[in-house]
């Protein structure tokens, strides 16, 4: 079994910063790709940033500039650092991450999500 626990959430001012972390704890093999996502109310889940297992990155246009996605690989540990935080990103953000649990056995797996809130 895998598990995915995600801490550094919280309220912040606009124009502040957030470090988002999520830890993947069980069963693991291999991670491969990791990601983060974010569910505003009312609204659909939207793919914030996606990291390869080679490091390769890839962002929303609408956080290009100002959240870097990182991964370390020893700890299997995701990360989120968000800066110049805006209303709209307010947003319970979940990570997600694809795991090899077995070197035959992949499958997708969710954390609780974390509230972020930024005030105005």
């Known amino acids: 079994q895998v598990q995915l626990v995600e801490s550094g959430g919280g309220l912040v001012q606009a124009g502040g910063s957030l470090r988002l972390s999520c830890a993947a704890s069980g069963s693991i093999f291999r991670i491969n790709t990791m990601a983060w996502y974010r569910q505003a109310p009312g609204e659909r889940r939207e793919l914030v940033g996606v990291i390869t297992s080679g490091g390769s990155r890839n962002y929303a246009d609408s956080v290009k500039g100002r959240f870097a996605i990182s991964r370390d690989s020893a700890k299997n540990t995701l990360y989120l650092q968000m800066n110049s935080l805006k209303p709209e990103d307010t947003a319970v953000y979940h990570c997600?991450?694809?795991?090899?649990?077995?070197?035959?056995?992949?499958?997708?797996?969710w954390g609780q999500g974390t509230q972020v809130t930024v005030s105005s």
């Open positions: 997600n991450m694809n795991i090899h649990s077995t070197a035959w056995t992949r499958n997708d797996y």
